[in-house]
Every structure is written in C-alpha cells, then in structure tokens.
C-alpha cells in the first residue's frame, strides 16, 4: 500500500513501507488492514487529494491493483504580516508617490487589502494574488498612489489584511515622514528698502520657516565671501512636524559698506543650496537739500572726492585772485600818497650833452623816498634804460599862501661807466628844479 497526492504520472508520492518520508508516518505500524498516515508540520502545499494505492509484487516489479477515491486536504495558512514600502528616495509635497504593501504563505487564495492614511480609506486597484493555480501558498501585492502634503510630517499610512485564517485583520504601517521633504521658506528681516543712516548699527536676521526633515545648515555670505558673524538659533519643532531655524548677522552701516550684498544661504538635506540676498544701502545727509545723498542721480564716492577737490582749489584760486587784487590797490594809494613829476631839465651844454648820450649815464632825482623805496628805485634805475625821476619832499605849510614852493630836488647826475684810473673823483654835476603844487 502507498499514498499518493495528486493523479496521473505527476502524482507525488507521500508515504510507503520502505523508503525516507520525514514528515508522514504509518498511523498503525502493526496492522495489516489500516494504513492510516499522520503527516506533521503541516504546510500549505500539502493542500491537495490524497489517494490509498494497491500494489502487488510480479516479476520485475509491481503492479497497482487499485485506488481509493481520493481524500481533499485543504490547508489554512495565515498570511504573513504586511510589509509596506515607499519610494527609495524623498519627495516633495504635490510631487505623486506610490507605496507598496505584500504578504505570502497564505492559504487558501482568498485575501482583502484595504489602505487608510489617518484613519481614512484610501481608493487603491484590486491586489494581485499569486500564483493563480490551486493546491499551493499564496502570495498578494498592493499599491496605492498617493500625493505627499506639506504636513504630512506626521501623517501615517496603513495597509490592512483581511483572510479566513485571521481571528482579525493583520495591519501594516508606513510613516509618510520617511518620504516626506519639505523644503524651506526663508525671508530676511528687516524688510524696507530704504537706505540706512550712516554709522547705523543693522542686525539682519535670516529665516527658514516649515522644513522637513530636520537636517540643515544655514551660512552667511558677504559679496560672495562666507562670513562667521552670524548667530543661529535653536532649531524649534513646529505643531504639524516641520522646524523653524533664524540666524542673526549685524552689520556697522559705514561707508564701505554700502550697496554690500548679503545673502543667506540654506543646505538642506543635502540638496542644493537655497539663498536669499539682502543689499545695504547706506544714506548719507546732504546739508543743502536735507536728502539722502543716495537717492535717485546720487553720485559716487569716487565722484564726490573728485568735486570736493575741485571746489577746494577753485576756492584757493578765487582767494589768491583776492590776494592779487588787495596788493594792487595798496600799492596804487602808496602811489597817490607819494606824488612824482618828471622834470624836464634845462637845455645843457654840448660838453653835458654830450656825456648824456653815454648810455651808461644816468639822471634822477630820490629826494623823499624812504630807505625801503629808494632801493627799490635804485634797482629800477639800474635794469632800466636811462631815465629821470623827481620826488616831492613837501615841508611845513605856510599860513597864507595857497600855492606852495618846494626845492632842493638835487637831481644828481651820476655816471655808470667804470672806473676811470684817474686819481680825481667822478664828475659830478647837479641840478635843481621848483615844482609847484595846489594845497588841498
């Protein structure tokens, strides 16, 4: 006798007298009549028909007399827990996701899949359970397609298994933070746009509101350059999941520093860096029109130097021309003060005429000039070609008279030609002159 599952050439052979069968066994040994088997560790594909077979032994072999008419085993196996997965990489709220949810090793084929998120059920396509044929453990697969929210930080997912081998309804989970990046939303304060006083003392504060997961860094850059001024805050969890991180730069409004552009920038989740820039704008009073010298056709520092410079030497140049005008005008009263007349000599004899076509003679009167002035004169007459000057010394007023007499001009005639050996002096002559003048 041996026991077969199945029929036809492909039957499977479960138990005999003779040979290695693990997992069956004769339920009496001894008995010639009952061959009962027990098969332990049941498993589901020992669901199946069962047939008793007859045997005789002939030449060569065996021979099969006859068969029972088979005996249905069905086995019922619980499905494994459901196992749900998500996308490999993060995804962005909006951005379309699909999760996935299996189980296997049950038995017999029929199985219900229902998908909640939060509590509520979700509309997801018929599983697909394999294989399809019959007599064998059963394996299902489930996907859902699912668009991710900015505050599904905290959302879950649920796949829930239904089959007649379940007391209850086996439950998978799947925590939609594994999947979710939010990306954050920064701002720099303050906002206006406005130019800042001079010499102001500005604190611009960075923030990056509403991101998830929680990794980020946020860093500084000045024209480019990365600073390490700023100050950043704890990272603060918000109600719905997302964080919130602000970082804090101040800046001394001088000078240099205007039209410096500022610029936060944010690395989160090892994406691509984010930034948000801020220009300062320095404003300088402008004493004429009271406005910001950095409004609208302000000029540049460089240009403002270069007015400045010109305005400067222009004012040098306006004050030397000042300078110039006051000389002149003193030396013109000195000149009234101290009136000259030029004296008209006597025609002289031709001996004298004749010494004064020597050019190297000169003829002049200094009679009043003082030791300043007369030096001047000297130096005059000694460039000049040969001319005559008279100076008016006047004396005491007399008491009646209007018309006034002055003498004693002692115009000197010297001779300018070298030295002669002789061992008498130079000549000499002298003449004398009277100028009259109307008193006043």
Known sequence: M????GSGPSRQLVYAETGSFPRASKALPDSNTDFTIHISDTRPEDAGTYRCVKF??????????????????????????PSVSGPPSRAEPGAPVSFNCTSEGFSPRDITVTWFKNGDKLEAPQPQVLPEHENVSYSVSSTVGLSLSAGDARSQLTCQLEHSALPAPLRGTYSLNRTLRVPPQLRVDPKPDGPIPVNTLVTFTCHAEGFYP???????????NETRLGKSSHLAENADGRYTLQSSLEVNATEQMDQSNFICQVVHDSQPPINISKSLRVSQPNAESGKDSNGPGALSHDERTIYIAVAVVCAVLVVLVIAVVYLVRIRQRKGKSSPSARLHEPEKSPSAAAQDSDPNNLTYADLNFDKQQRQSVRR????SPPSEYASIQPAKPAASNDNLTYADLDMVHLSKA?????PRPEEVTSEYASVQIQRK
């Open 214 to 224: 929680s990794n980020v860094s946020l860093s500084w850059l000045q024209n480019g």
């Open 2 to 5: 041996k026991w077969f599952k």
């Open 56 to 81: 005789r032994k002939v030449a060569g072999g065996e021979e099969e007399l006859s068969s029972g008419p088979g005996t249905v085993v069905s086995v019922s196996a619980r499905p494994s827990a």
């Open 380 to 383: 005059l007459v000694e460039m």
């Open 418 to 422: 070298p030295k002669r050996p002789a």
